[in-house]
């Protein structure tokens, strides 16, 4: 069994008036006109996903600034995820710091949302590390039982549009601000996962994961053999960033690293599926 747990669709008509809505949305408009960007809609991923052997993704909007966009977003992923038979799982988008995000998740939960995100720390100006910012969001998630897919970016190396200056150290800050919030912290962390061997590090990252989207455009295939590391084994999360990217990149790679077939499992459907059961 293969669950992404990291994918996004928009609208359809969202996608025919995206230049309009870039207009007044700066973050999505440098990720839209961006050379890597893709678009796709729950039927394009659908057919995606039965052309790879992909039996389950987590799916979400755009963080926009703009409420009323993240809520046209929710809206769309609710509705297909609802007629999928059980093959779309819907998180849910918002503007963290806007007055109606915690109703709006609230909503979204009461409607089957499994979790919030993804969120951009940077596009929505948002600062993870300072509780007094974080603290609502946290909470409506801990008491819903959502966790929080949170975008954390690489600090150094290859610049990429979207990329934004959330790293490592911002994204340990939330987790040990909130030591009861389920939270996945996209693109490796950054590197946050490197320091789970830190005896106390470890016990402050109790409750996060760590998805492995964009691994292609970043990483060799020898990083996928942290899931070798005891500190690790249940922690990461196959998510591919669709439709940037598909599952034949991933697997290509994880061939490359000689996973054994547990190693496998753990990574492409039982950690997730552990998330999952873990509220």
């Not at 963290?96 to 409607?111: D, F, K, T, Y």
């Amino acid at each position: 069994m293969v669950i992404d747990v990291h994918v996004h669709v928009f609208p359809p008509e969202m996608i025919a008036n995206w230049e309009r809505i870039a207009e007044r949305e700066d973050y999505f408009s440098s990720l839209a006109r961006s050379r890597s960007h893709r678009w796709a809609t729950a039927r394009d991923l659908l057919s995606a996903m039965d052309e790879d052997g992909v039996d389950e993704s987590w799916i979400f909007g755009f963080g926009f600034n703009d409420l009323g966009l993240c809520r046209a977003c929710n809206d769309y992923v609710l509705e297909v995820a609802a007629s999928s038979g059980g093959h779309l799982r819907p998180l849910a988008v918002v503007p963290p710091l806007a007055r109606g995000a915690s109703s709006e998740i609230e909503r979204c939960a009461a409607l089957g949302a499994i979790g919030v995100g993804e969120i951009f720390p940077d596009g929505q100006h948002w600062l993870i590390d300072d509780i007094r910012e974080t603290w609502r969001v946290a909470s409506v998630c801990h008491d819903n039982g959502l966790f929080l897919l949170v975008h954390v970016a690489e600090p150094i190396g290859r610049e990429y549009p979207g990329k934004g200056k959330i790293g490592p150290r911002e994204a340990y800050a939330l987790a040990r601000n909130h030591p009861e919030l389920k939270i996945v912290m996209s693109h490796w962390g950054g590197g946050l996962y490197m320091y789970e061997n830190m005896k106390d590090a470890r016990r402050t990252l109790q409750n996060v994961w760590y998805d492995v989207a964009a691994t292609p455009f970043l990483y060799d295939s020898s990083i996928f053999e942290n899931l070798r590391a005891s500190a690790l084994s249940d922690k990461i999360l196959y998510g591919s960033d669709y439709p940037i990217l598909r599952f034949p990149r991933y697997k290509d790679m994880t061939s490359q690293a000689a996973l054994t077939d547990a190693e496998n499992t753990r990574l492409l459907s039982g950690n997730a599926a552990a998330l999952l059961h873990s509220f």
